[in-house]
């Protein structure tokens, strides 16, 4: 009974310091994600090289991370010139943007859209009128605190977005305004995948130790599918961001939208999201493209959504070649969770978390208690 006591003891003190130090522990899990991926590329490095030319795995962690951000560098000083140009173009036309739509809008507030956006030309008015005269009678003392956080019946578009924007951004980028933070969680980042990646025997062995000696086999067995699954996810996404990126600045470029390199990268940028990081990236570009006219802010959408149906059903199976299967809704009720949780950092591992959660389910639970022999992580024919 003390012994049953002890052990929930200790496992509610263990969630009351993972919960204490929740950002530290998704920075940790972006680390062994991002090792195991550079881990990945030193075995194909030791292969490559092979013979009395082999090259340490330390070296060889060290040297592909080394290039990665060389190779980063190098790309984004080529870019940086044009980036520069059409981030600040970005910045000036998105409000414009926003105002056209507002305007739009308005023109067809007695249709479809007055139903769907707010009511008609005559609620508008009417909205206006008293925006008008409220303004015009003087307010009691009483009421004025209430009425001056209130939003104000004639509030623009553009005031509205900027208002929620703002309030999101505070939400869900609050690690933003700590700099030394995000450097310090960028570099551990870095250097816990260097690390894991020269060494991952010692990392598995220490793990294999908190387990008893008739459990060690199956720990083994379900830690190395997780690391398998986490890999090839990482690996895909970071394949994917540069496709994505490439194949949407080429579209915009073809239908000469403004700043479609800007576009193209935060499309690359954010494709790392699943479900929610598409939908981000084409709100700018169908907002930029509506500019020209609301057919070309269609068009844009249009492409967004071909780009998403190309990658869903060509470029993920053929990067993935099997791997395990996320459902959909729990893929999106994930990153909500985390989201509520985290903020955007919780956003960014959702999925990758919910990978391997359900690899240890499905391991340790369909198969074990519930006896049913279920696929776990489909692996390649020719692999």
């Known amino acids: 009974m003390a012994r049953a006591a002890a052990l929930v003891m200790g496992l509610y003190l263990l969630l009351q310091l ?11 899990f972006l680390g062994v994600l991002f090792g195991l991926a550079v881990g990945a590329g030193v075995d194909r490095l030791q292969r490559i090289r092979g013979g009395r030319f082999k090259i340490r795995r330390g070296m060889a962690a060290a040297l592909i991370v080394i290039v ?21 173009e ?68 553009r005031g509205s977005l900027s208002r929620q924007v703002g309030g999101a951004s505070r939400f869900l980028f609050p690690f933003v305004t700590h700099t030394i933070a995000v450097f310090g969680g960028f570099m551990l980042i870095i250097f816990m995948s260097i690390y894991i990646a020269a060494d991952p025997d010692l990392y598995h062995r220490g793990l294999m130790a908190m387990f008893p000696h008739r459990m060690r086999d199956r720990a083994g067995e379900v830690l190395s599918s997780m690391a398998e699954v986490l890999r090839r996810w990482l690996v895909t996404q970071l394949i994917a961001m540069v496709v994505i990126g490439s194949i949407t600045t080429v579209a915009l470029l073809i239908l000469r939208v403004k700043a479609a390199f800007a576009l ?27 500019l020209d006219s609301p057919e070309k802010a269609l068009t844009v959408g249009a492409v ?25 809704v729990l893929t999106i009720l994930s990153q ?31 198969q074990r208690v519930v006896g049913d022999d279920v696929a776990v992580v489909k692996r390649a024919e020719a692999g």
């Open 68 to 88: 990665f951000f060389a190779l980063l560098t190098g790309i984004g000083a080529w870019m940086t010139p044009t980036l520069r140009t059409q981030s600040v």
């Open 90 to 157: 970005l910045r000036a036309k998105i409000p414009e943007a926003v105002d056209r739509i507002e305007e739009w809008l308005n023109r067809r507030r007695s249709g479809v859209f007055g139903m769907v956006f707010g009511g008609s030309r005559g609620d508008t008015a009417a909205a206006d009128t008293a925006g008008l005269r409220a303004s015009t009678e003087p307010a009691a003392e009483g009421d004025s605190a209430s009425k001056e956080g209130a939003p104000k019946a004639t509030e623009s578009l």
């Open 264 to 290: 193209g990268v935060i499309a690359g940028l954010l494709e790392f999201i699943p479900t929610v990081g598409p939908i981000l990236s084409a709100i700018p570009a169908v907002a930029m493209g509506f």
């Open 18 to 28: 993972l919960w204490f130090a929740n950002q530290l522990v998704i920075v940790a």
């Open 304 to 328: 967004y959504v071909g780009v998403q149906f190309l990658e869903n059903h060509i470029l993920i199976p053929l990067l993935m070649k099997g791997g395990v299967d996320v459902p959909p």
């Open 336 to 366: 909500a969770l985390f989201t509520l949780l985290f903020g955007f950092i919780g956003l960014m591992v959702a999925v990758p978390v919910l990978a391997a959660t359900m690899v240890a389910v499905k391991m340790l639970y369909v």
